[in-house]
């Protein structure tokens, strides 16, 4: 395996999923809300969606890249629509110190239902496949996918790591600092965070519009 390449990928995916949006906020509240693996899980699902677009633009599946583009404004409509309504909940709801310090166990169907839901909406995202495509574009003359069949699976193994590091990482660190917030910065916390993710699900809504 062709470990300069294996890094690359590993940047590229921290790249594409450091920057702060709604899976980010999602992810952080799991890891107040719940703990630790749960939070890590959830990212699992947008690195899932991240693995595909990479797939996609390491192979140039020009089919599928058609596709989103034809119906890049349906993606994003629904996508915004997923935002809207989650961000409203989240907003609604009310987090307390005891629920944040519950260890019952976490059903199986809840996690399913995180990771599904941040595939969702990173798979309804145009904007992350676009990015992707830009990045491997860019970087064609560095990456050389088509001189062996070796560094498309490479590249996107590294871009799949880089994206779990990540979700690692944030999920470690807001697990550690939890502790020290106190009640009403947990309540703050929820309705923001509802709040933010409500936002981006309308800015997606109104780029279809206008």
Avoid: C
Wanted: proline share 4%; hydrophobic share 60%; charged share 10%.
């Amino acid at each position: 395996m062709d470990l300069f390449l294996l890094v690359t990928g590993i940047f590229i995916g921290l790249s594409v999923t450091a920057p702060l949006g709604p899976v980010n906020i999602i992810v952080i509240r799991t890891a107040i809300r719940r703990n630790f693996t749960v939070a890590v899980l959830t990212g699992l699902g947008a690195v899932t969606a991240d693995a595909v677009f990479a797939v996609m633009a390491a192979y140039g599946v020009r089919s599928i890249e058609q596709f989103i583009v034809h119906f890049a404004k349906p993606l994003n409509i629904v996508g915004g629509i997923l935002l809207v309504v989650l961000g409203i909940r989240l907003a609604r709801s009310h987090i307390n110190m005891a629920q944040v310090s519950q260890q019952d166990p976490v059903q199986r169907s809840l996690i399913v239902k995180k990771m599904l839901a941040t595939f969702a909406l990173t798979i309804t995202n145009p904007a992350t496949f676009f990015g992707f495509l830009a990045i491997f574009g860019t970087m064609s003359s560095v990456l050389a996918l088509a001189s062996s069949p070796l560094r498309p699976p490479t590249i996107v193994f590294g871009v799949a790591l880089g994206a779990a590091l990540w979700w690692v990482f944030i999920s470690f660190v807001v697990t550690r600092l939890k502790s020290r917030i106190s009640a009403s910065t947990f309540d703050r916390i929820n309705r923001w965070t509802g709040v933010l993710i409500a936002a981006f699900g309308f800015a997606l809504l109104m780029d279809v519009v206008f």
